[in-house]
């Protein structure tokens, strides 16, 4: 069983910076892959960047120069650090993991959802 939970959303003016984490309670820490989506009502789920347990890393073109996804294997932690961020940003922002793939930056592929952080970027 995989427990998720995500902490660090907020409240930021535009050109702002927020750091999200996501704790994982895991059983192994083996080969896997992890993710931050997000997700504004009405709208479907949106892969914002991944990152395997080697630490390559994969982002949407969107936040691509802005986001950076990182991971402290020894505190079972997930990071995304967001900077220059936009009202276009807001967004519930969630936690993500599936074991034994490098591939997770879809919203079918993971296994575990955190229960999420709301980011809120004003103009």
């Known amino acids: 069983q995989v427990r998720l939970l995500e902490s660090g959303g907020g409240s930021v003016p535009a050109g702002g910076s927020l750091r999200l984490s996501c704790t994982a309670s895991?059983?192994?820490?083996?080969?896997?892959?992890m993710a931050w989506f997000r997700q504004v009502p009405g709208k479907g789920r949106e892969g914002v960047a991944q990152v395997t347990n080697w630490g390559e890393t994969t982002y949407a073109p969107s936040v691509k120069g802005r986001f950076t996804i990182s991971e402290d294997s020894s505190q079972r932690t997930l990071y995304l650090k967001m900077d220059g961020l936009k009202p276009e940003d807001t967004a519930m922002y969630y936690c993500?993991?599936?074991?034994?793939?490098?591939?997770?930056?879809?919203?079918?592929?993971?296994?575990?959802w955190g229960q999420g952080t709301q980011v809120t970027v004003s103009s």
């Open positions: 993500a993991y599936r074991q034994n793939s490098v591939l997770c930056l879809n919203p079918d592929q993971p296994n575990y």
């Open positions: 895991l059983d192994t820490f083996s080969y896997y892959c």
